[in-house]
């Protein structure tokens, strides 16, 4: 089945830069559009970046526009995102996801038929 495994997050000060890291199991990789989301306690969750399937597109939050950036290595089938100029509102669990469901939205993103644990990221002002 489809797994999903992220990791890299982790606390650091504003300013600071991360990389989150997405290995995927249990299907053919390059098959499904992917992307990350966040959600902070509280708050609605929010689609902070996608590749569409091949990763010829990708999308942005506009609070994320400049700052991040999603990439992908299809040899390991690992799925990226790196995060610089981190702020105290980027604090989130944050989970990689696949096989996106509809279209972007700018408001939430894509939906997703899968996603994994998440991992923590902690920007401290």
């Known amino acids: 089945q489809v797994q999903l495994v992220e990791s890299g997050g982790g606390s650091v000060q504003a300013g600071g830069s991360l990389r989150l890291s997405c290995a995927a199991s249990?299907?053919?990789?390059?098959?499904?559009?992917m992307g990350w989301f966040r959600q902070a306690p509280g708050k609605e969750r929010e689609g902070v970046a996608a590749?569409?399937?091949?990763?010829?597109?990708?999308y942005y939050a506009d609070s994320v526009k400049g700052r991040f950036t999603i990439s992908q290595d299809n040899a390991k089938n690992t799925l990226y995102l790196q995060m610089i100029s981190l702020k105290p509102e980027d604090t989130a669990m944050y989970y990689c996801?696949?096989?996106?469901?509809?279209?972007?939205?700018?408001?939430?993103?894509?939906?997703?038929?899968?996603w994994g644990q998440g991992t923590q990221v902690t920007v401290s002002s």
């Open positions: 249990g299907y053919t990789y390059s098959s499904y559009c």
């Open positions: 996801a696949a096989d996106c469901l509809g279209s972007w939205s700018r408001q939430g993103g894509y939906e997703y038929n899968y």
């Open positions: 590749m569409d399937t091949g990763g010829g597109t990708t």
